[in-house]
């Protein structure tokens, strides 16, 4: 399933829009065959794609917006009347290019959000072979292109094929997960080896 649970107000998206602006020196080539050429930095915490959710390291730290992030993230699954979960990780991606139909790497939980702040409707492909927010029986579908309006909050299934069909030149997106069930002690087993935060000086 793929809801727009909410769009935020213009003046909200201008001025996360201007945020990450500030921000942009963190972008960085996509490591990912999906979205080759794609401008991203991660979040928080970063997983290390075909380590098969084994794998992390340490993300980009702004802690405003990764305030905003779990506020948003808290929201989608109320609104969906799912259990609330904790974010833990975000993708920050930039520009033109889109990404390939692809199912979210193995880090992934199945309720992802998806923040669309772009300029233009984006055009998004999505095939929800698993109809809910849980990954059960796939039945045979077809993709249904979405036109997300600039400022979307889209709530979805991270294991259904999804692709970014169109997205204008100055797009930005913010993608935000929980760690799957099955990656958890691996996760949990990375944040006991990350030193602890000093108090301000």
Not at 43 to 51: F, N, P, V, Y
Not at 62 to 82: E, I, M, N, T
Not at 88 to 117: C, E, F, M, W
Request: glycine share 6%; proline share 8%; hydrophobic share 35%.
């Amino acid at each position: 399933m793929l809801k727009v649970v909410s769009v935020l107000p213009s003046q909200q998206q201008s001025k996360l829009r201007h945020y990450l602006i500030q921000h942009r020196h963190h972008l960085s080539t996509d490591v990912s065959r999906y979205a080759v050429g794609r401008q991203r930095f991660w979040l928080e915490h970063q997983a290390i794609l075909g380590s098969y959710g084994k794998q992390y390291q340490p993300g980009t730290q702004l802690p405003r917006l990764w305030d905003f992030c779990q506020k948003v993230y808290h929201q989608a699954l109320v609104q969906a009347g799912l259990p609330p979960q904790a974010v833990r990780l975000g993708l920050v991606a930039y520009g033109p290019v889109g990404i390939k139909q692809h199912r979210d790497d193995t880090y992934a939980a199945v309720p992802a959000v998806s923040i669309n702040l772009s300029t233009e409707p984006t055009l998004w492909g999505y095939t929800p072979a698993y109809a809910g927010y849980e990954a059960r029986q796939p039945k045979a579908v077809e993709e249904t292109v979405h036109t997300l309006p600039p400022g979307a909050v889209v709530l979805f299934n991270s294991k259904n094929l999804h692709r970014v069909v169109r997205a204008d030149g100055d797009r930005w997106s913010v993608n935000l997960w929980s760690i799957s069930a099955r990656c958890w002690p691996y996760f949990e087993a990375y944040l006991r080896e990350q030193p602890e935060e000093q108090p301000p000086g």
